[in-house]
């Protein structure tokens, strides 16, 4: 069965540092991996996504992942916070027992700190 | 309206009541979804839909009755709830060829009292 780990509950950055929030996943075949923001109040939406080709992908928002089959990674990360990136984060898997099936991870909420 | 929208935004109701949350898709797309959000619990997928046609069902309680009459308007029925049902429900869409990517709509907050 497919899984995701986000082993940061939590993650506090000063703005203008960079970041990068972990992912790891467990699936037997080549996944669909996805990152998610999510802002109080509000649904998820899709920073970025990994099928297939070229292991760094970039998202809206300046945001970047690598996907690291070696390792089951996939970490998101962004060179310069801002405030506004203030939010809870998801990494998720899918391709497993249908493509529709998408395992999400806990989350991590960052906080950015002035 | 664009993408997914989803009403009511919160909702309060006893264990006894009947309500409905209601969820539109703008984007074209030919499936849609319930999640489950609750605090510190990864998204539960509840029930899946494509074209019209329910393909998923994530051994959801009865008491929680899904409801498609067309690809873009998804339905979550609700009757004789229980506290623990308090959580965030989400809504997504997505198309059939992309059936990874799912859209997500802002939420129905629940408090069941």
């Known amino acids: 069965a497919q899984s995701v780990t986000q082993p940061d509950i939590h993650i506090t950055v000063s703005e203008g540092a960079s970041l990068e929030l972990r992912c790891n996943y467990s699936?037997?075949?080549?996944?669909?991996l996805f990152w998610y923001v999510q802002s109080p109040g509000q649904g998820l939406q899709l920073l970025l996504k990994?099928?297939?080709?070229?292991?760094l992908v970039q998202g809206i928002k300046g945001f970047e992942a690598e996907f690291k089959r070696s390792q089951s990674s996939f970490n998101l990360r962004k060179p310069s916070v801002h405030w506004s990136d203030a939010a809870e984060y998801f990494c998720?898997?899918?391709?497993?027992?249908?493509?529709?099936?998408?395992?999400f991870g806990t989350g991590t909420k960052l906080q950015v700190i002035p | 309206e664009t993408g997914v929208t989803q009403t009511p935004r919160h909702l309060v109701m006893g264990m006894t009541n009947k309500k409905s949350l209601k969820c539109e898709q703008h984007?074209?797309?030919?499936?849609m979804y319930w999640y489950k959000q609750s605090a510190k619990k990864p998204l539960e997928l509840m029930f899946v839909?494509?074209?019209?046609?329910?393909?998923e069902n994530n051994s959801v309680p009865s008491r929680f009755s899904p409801e498609c009459p067309n690809s873009s308007h998804l339905f979550l029925h609700l009757h004789t709830l229980q506290p623990e049902d308090s959580a965030l429900y989400l809504c997504?869409?997505?198309?059939?060829?992309?059936?990874?990517?799912?859209?997500f709509g802002p939420g129905t907050r629940l408090l069941v009292l």
């Open positions: 984007l074209g797309h030919n499936a």
């Open positions: 699936y037997g075949a080549t996944p669909y």
């Open positions: 998720a898997v899918g391709g497993s027992g249908g493509y529709q099936k998408v395992t």
């Open positions: 997504a869409s997505s198309h059939i060829g992309d059936q990874e990517t799912q859209y």
């Open positions: 990994y099928f297939s080709g070229d292991t």
């Open positions: 839909y494509n074209f019209k046609e329910q393909t």
